[in-house]
């Protein structure tokens, strides 16, 4: 269990992501650059602590949180200038699972009752931001208007307020906005697998070949031949019954853990479609247009600012209600064909559907809105990575404190190395030899 901090702001994007020189005067997503020298680890836990004794976790966490309160009641003096500067707590990040063990939510996305009970009621609810699932406000509603937007603050999703939100500075009209969703987990690594997964086991319908072992040949194929001519990294070896979850009726989840085969994968079926005759159905046409919409969403995400303009974020959010409709009508004519397993509702379409309505309703207010992916958790997936493989490389009977110290010997490097690149900087030696551990990067 890793966790840390992180600047809003940053440098933006990676610059192989961006279609247009990047604007040097907006603020930008912090998203570029070594995950050590962006986010910053603050506690570190074996599973086999905190699964054992959820205490653990608990007290760890309130130690951070009183830290993090004194930031910005006492400040942090700087150790040379003398500077006294003050930080101050947007809100908790992470995916589904983890902001429910840390805010003790009774909405969350696995209290969705599936059906309703004796009472006729249906009990839980799956968001923390609003009633949705609750009894006369369905989450599944893809509209732009749903009942839930009335609930939005109205009850709050806890029995006791948590530790977190109570030592630090919160909107005291609806406190569970402090603990964000996660849109890139909710798309990469959610919802946009069981697209992926649904569409291709449509396509296999209209494969050129007579059986499934060639039809999914074919589809390999023809995607690690886009792969070449598009110079993308496959991810994967060839395309199988289990990776799309091929006749499992549970629903067409996927079978991978990498977001970057999604996105792949999305820019693939485009591609695919356009290849492939038309379905009985006429399925794929409506899952090619779904793929262009939600491929351009992400895609100007990535060439974005910070603070995206009412007419952008109306823009972006027309594109990904797009997505979500599509996906909503072939979810329900499927069901009607008896394959509710395909283009499955999971509770994260309602989690997409919110971003989406916090960028319409920001934008009408403000005429601004935060980019969606500021809380997003993709960059931190590689953090973890690379401290969970420093805890595999320490004595086990010390393993937090070693693995923290490796860590700083890390970022130690990763800082000089950053220095080093860094344009106008006096070289990397000379700061360590002058002012030991702190290095002047100008971002």
């Known amino acids: 269990m890793t966790t840390s901090l992180q600047s809003v702001l940053g440098t933006g994007f990676a610059d192989k992501r961006l279609k247009a020189p990047k604007d040097t005067t907006s603020l930008q997503c912090n998203y570029s650059g070594h995950t050590f020298c962006m986010r910053f680890v603050v506690s570190v836990i074996p599973k086999t602590a905190y699964e054992s004794n959820a205490a ?17 009641r006492d400040g942090l003096t700087h150790p040379l200038t003398g500077e006294r500067f003050f930080f101050v707590v947007l809100g908790v ?72 939100v109570q030592h630090l500075c919160h909107n005291l009209s609806n406190p569970a906005s402090f603990f964000k969703h996660d849109l890139w987990h909710s ?17 296999l319908e209209v494969v050129p070949a007579t059986n499934n072992e060639d039809r999914f040949r074919w589809l390999t194929n023809h995607y690690r031949a886009w792969c070449k001519d598009t110079s ?19 629903g067409a989840a996927g ?23 038309s379905d009985k159905g006429g399925y794929l046409s409506l899952c090619a247009t779904a793929a262009v919409n939600l491929n351009e969403f992400f895609s100007c995400l990535h060439n974005a600012p910070l603070f995206l303009s009412g007419n952008e974020a109306t823009y972006l959010a027309g594109k990904g209600m797009t997505f979500l409709k599509i996906y909503a009508r072939l979810a329900l004519d499927l069901f009607r064909e008896g394959r509710p397993h395909l283009f499955a509702v999971y509770p994260k379409i309602h989690v997409i559907h919110h971003f989406l309505w916090d960028m319409r309703q920001e934008a009408g207010d403000h005429n601004l809105s935060l980019h969606p992916l500021s809380a997003a958790c993709q960059m931190d997936e590689d953090l973890v990575g690379r401290v969970s493989r420093l805890s595999r490389r320490v004595n086990i009977r010390a393993v937090i404190q070693r693995t923290l110290e490796r860590y700083l010997i890390g970022c130690y490097a990763a800082w000089r ?22 290095f002047k990067v100008s971002h």
């Open 255 to 277: 079978a991978w853990r990498k977001g970057a085969l999604t996105t792949n994968l999305m820019r693939w079926i485009v591609v695919l479609v356009s290849a492939l005759s």
């Open 232 to 250: 993308s990294q496959p991810h994967v070896t060839k395309i199988t019954p289990s990776l799309i979850s091929y006749g499992e009726k549970t």
């Open 187 to 203: 798309v990469h690594l959610g919802l946009g697998k069981s697209f992926v997964c649904s569409c291709l086991q449509i396509a």
């Open 56 to 72: 653990f976790f608990e007290k760890a966490m309130d130690a951070v949180v009183q830290s993090l309160g004194a930031l910005l």
């Open 93 to 164: 990040k992470g995916d589904l699972p983890y902001l429910q063990k840390l805010g003790k939510l009774n909405r969350s996305w696995n209290t969705t009752s599936k059906k309703r009970s004796r009472g006729g009621r249906l009990a839980g609810g799956t968001c923390h931001l609003c009633l949705a699932g609750t009894a006369g406000c369905h989450a599944e509603e893809i509209v732009d208007h749903p009942q839930w937007e009335v609930t939005i603050g109205v009850r709050q999703p806890w029995l006791r307020t948590p530790f977190i």
């Open 417 to 438: 190395e950053a220095a080093a690149a860094t344009e106008h900087v006096e070289p990397a030696t000379h700061v360590i030899q002058r002012d030991r551990g702190h």
